[in-house]
């Protein structure tokens, strides 16, 4: 069964309050919008960039198809 995982990491100047970490869901929402079905999605991930364009963290989907 496919699986979503991100991992965002707090306390650099750009990423500790909610403002600032909702940005960056609202980033990766926008990417994985534009994906189909779930055997599009697997094996896609990406870097979460904070405001200031330094990486905070990451997202990826693993594991196998729903269907299997």
Do not use: Q
């Not at 403002?19 to 094996?43: F, H, P, S």
């Amino acid at each position: 069964m496919p699986e979503f995982n991100l991992h965002i990491e707090l306390g650099n100047e750009a990423m500790h309050t909610g403002t600032d970490i909702g940005d960056a869901l609202k980033k990766v929402a926008g990417r994985l919008w534009n994906y189909g079905d779930e055997d599009e999605m697997i094996g896609c991930r990406g870097a979460i960039m904070d405001l200031n364009g330094n990486k905070v963290g990451a997202w990826e989907i693993t594991g196998d198809s729903y269907g299997e």
